[in-house]
């Protein structure tokens, strides 16, 4: 079998600490949602509880596995008798998931294909050392004990040992490996992300996804994005879930998406082919309402001239003339609103609790015109970044009066191209305001032919079906409420968003966006819950939302919504973190090093990149950065450790450099030297004026 260390996540503090002396030589650890997915990131590991099965779920997928050494035993430890191992053993079963691997796209990763392994057990025989000479050896002082003692109301300490045992897992797979991995261009715009997955999405339109993509040629995640956002849209706002069992906080399904690429992607098509039946469902309800508005002008005449008769009676003193009652306004049931204005919106939301859906072909024609289109005269931005929110607005404009909306609601969509969208960004100021962080973002890939087939049929009426019911589908008399085991898990999402929130590398603009995750999990959960029970004909929603939804939700979120917000903020809106510019310049300077050194040592990269290796903040933000970029380099085959650490918890000081580096890189070696000697020539030469005119101000007999 493999070298034996193991990390060992258990489903408590208790559990841990009683697991640590059954189980020597390997590191028991509270997987508490934020720890987890690290500890999952590098070595043999096995998960032990009563949660183990779910964990397989909604842990591993997070996880960069290289390789498939995720075990895991159901039972409680508390009720070992006998060899702690075989017990071990006999309650194992080896990872049955997908083979899942995030790719780090700030950074410019790829996605790695990944062999399943499942030989041997993931413990080592009683016989077995727990650890090998030559893998202590290898992992030096820097993988100890003390690194994992971590106070987890201590952000710092907790991510400097979390990345202390990930440096070790990276010395401890390189040091004495002959071959090097496959080296990864540093340098490349690419953008690569995983693949629309259709288990992401609720299963009830799933099918019809599928066969239009299939169809059409476009990408499935866009139509996938217009089908969620379609759904909460026509999903009334009176359908709520109460995220925390103990507060007031209600989400209702409001989402707004974006789906950005290319000029041929097909979004008008897919656009198309989603809308027709809610296009239906519009125009069935409209002939009512039209009927609605024709009844309702007779009455207010009515009342008018009943309404003149009761002012002359009480001018004249008359009694028991009674005071007559406008008759009620019908309420435009309209859903779909391609006229995306603050004046339209203002007069389809009177009386509408229901909350519309805003659908735009091209999303910069949105961007552009706000505040633009009045002319200054009132706040077309922030009304419409208030549509957001929902929930009662009074739309004030000049020359229109004040309005009060009972619900000031919108879900919204809509495609853009990526080379407007660069274009709009610094010119409108849309990364700094939450414009944009209120939408999720999806890369659509290029269209292709499409098969020429008819399409199925039974998965477009079960696809209409759902709308309709989804259309109807009434409230709960109170909130919907999380089952206790989706509330514990909703629990562990708001650590995982806060560990994605604090990592180091994340573009500034993203940081707000994953803050807005609090509220958009919840929003997700309540649709695809919704989107349930319409499939399944419920005339009104189920008030529990079971775990199913809850992990499915996540697992979109962290699998498909997380590495699609760093490609759209890290490359499409040019908001490049410090982490990807970091390892660029990195690279930069070890392609271009003076002889071309067979090691590199950290003294090298701190004063030849010190932009890159002192980025502010405090001692402990610099050094969880360091340990960022060098595991980077070194799991993407530029570099690895001659030798492990000389102290308990301190980086190796010298590496090793990979020879393709000078042979896949050497034309851009001849490119880069001559202006980076030129810019040193410039840098001299603008010390030398400046001394010679300090020189010529001075007075007289001045040193």
Not at 249 to 278: D, N, Q, V
Not at 611 to 621: D, K, L, N, Q, Y
Request: hydrophobic share 35%.
């Amino acid at each position: 079998m493999a070298d034996p260390t193991q990390i060992v996540l258990l489903p408590s503090e208790e559990a841990a600490q009683a697991a640590t002396p059954l189980f020597p030589g390997s590191y028991c650890v509270y997987s508490n949602g934020r720890l987890a997915p690290q500890c999952l990131d590098y070595d043999d590991a096995v998960v032990i509880g009563p949660d183990a099965a779910w964990r397989e779920e909604t842990c591993t997928q997070l996880a960069k596995l290289e390789y498939s050494r995720i075990r895991f035993a159901d039972g409680d430890i508390s009720q070992i008798e006998g060899d702690p191992l075989e017990w071990v053993r006999s309650r194992i079963k080896p990872y049955s998931g997908p083979q899942v691997a995030i790719p780090s796209v700030a950074a410019g990763g790829k996605v790695a294909d990944n062999e399943d392994s499942t030989d041997g057990y993931p413990f080592p025989s009683p016989d077995t050392p727990a650890v090998s000479e030559s893998s202590q050896n290898a992992l030096g002082s820097d993988w100890s004990d003390a690194n994992l003692t971590i106070d987890r109301d201590e952000d710092e300490r907790a991510e400097i040992a979390l990345h202390s045992i990930r440096m070790a897992s990276a010395i401890k797979s390189q040091a004495h490996a002959a071959p090097w991995p496959p080296l990864d261009d540093q340098f490349s715009d690419e953008i690569v992300l995983p693949r629309w997955n259709f288990d992401w999405m609720p299963q009830a339109f799933a099918p019809f996804c599928r066969d239009q993509s299939e169809i059409g040629g476009w990408d499935a995640g866009m139509q996938a994005m217009l089908m969620l956002c379609l759904a909460a849209g026509i999903t009334t706002d009176e359908i709520t879930l109460r995220v925390k069992v103990a507060q007031d906080w209600t989400e209702s399904c409001r989402l707004w998406g974006l789906y950005y690429g290319g000029k041929s992607i097909g979004k008008t098509p897919a656009m198309t082919s989603t809308f027709k039946h809610a296009t239906k469902i519009d125009f069935d309800a409209q002939q009512q309402y039209i009927h609605d508005v024709a009844r309702y002008a007779k009455q207010m005449k009515i009342y008018e001239e009943q309404e003149r008769a009761w002012v002359k009676a009480q001018a004249k003193g008359e009694l028991g003339v009674i005071e007559p009652h406008p008759p009620e306004k019908p309420v435009d049931p309209q859903i779909v609103y391609m006229d995306w204005t603050v004046a339209a919106l203002t007069d389809a939301l009177q009386g509408n609790r229901r909350g519309v859906l805003g659908v735009l072909d091209e999303l910069a024609s949105l961007f552009e015109r706000l505040d633009a289109y009045t002319g200054g005269r009132g706040s077309e931005r922030q009304d419409t970044l208030r549509l957001f929110n929902g929930g009662r607005h009074i739309v004030n404009r000049i020359g229109r009066g004040k309005v009060s909306i009972d619900n000031w609601s919108a879900s919204l969509v809509g495609g853009i191209q990526d080379d407007a969208l660069a274009a709009l960004v610094p010119k409108l100021n849309l990364a700094s305001d939450g414009m944009l962080q209120r939408f999720i973002p999806y890369w659509a890939g290029r269209k292709n032919p499409g098969h020429e087939r008819a399409e199925n049929s039974a998965a477009r009426q079960q696809f209409e079906r759902t709308l309709e019911n989804l259309h109807r589908l009434k409230p709960h008399f109170e909130p919907v409420r999380f089952s206790p085991d989706a509330q514990a898990l909703r629990s562990e999402v708001d650590a995982w968003i806060n560990a994605a929130g604090d990592a180091y590398g994340v573009p500034g603009p993203m940081v707000p966006f994953i803050d807005k995750l609090y509220g958009y999990y919840p929003r997700l959960c309540l649709t695809y819950w919704a989107i349930e029970c319409a499939a399944e004909g419920r005339e009104a929603i189920g008030a529990e939302l079971p775990l199913s939804i809850a992990q499915q939700v996540f697992r979109y979120l962290r699998e498909c919504v997380l590495p699609h917000a760093y490609a759209f903020y890290g490359k499409a809106i040019g908001a490049e973190g410090g982490r990807l510019n970091g390892i660029r310049q990195i690279c930069t300077w070890i392609v271009c090093r003076p002889e071309l050194t067979r090691t590199v040592t950290l003294r090298n990269f701190q004063t030849n990149c010190r932009e890159a290796w002192s980025p502010e903040g405090t001692p402990a933000f610099r050094e969880n950065a360091r340990r960022e970029l060098l595991v980077e380099l070194i799991g993407s085959g530029w570099i690895r450790p001659t030798g492990p650490a000389d102290k308990v918890g301190k980086l190796p000081s010298e590496f090793e450099v990979n020879p393709e580096v000078d042979k896949t890189y050497a034309a851009m070696r001849e490119i880069e030297i001559p202006k980076r000697r030129a810019r040193y020539e410039d840098m001299e030469n603008r010390k030398r004026a400046k001394r010679a005119a300090q020189a010529q101000t001075r007075e007289p007999g001045e040193d």
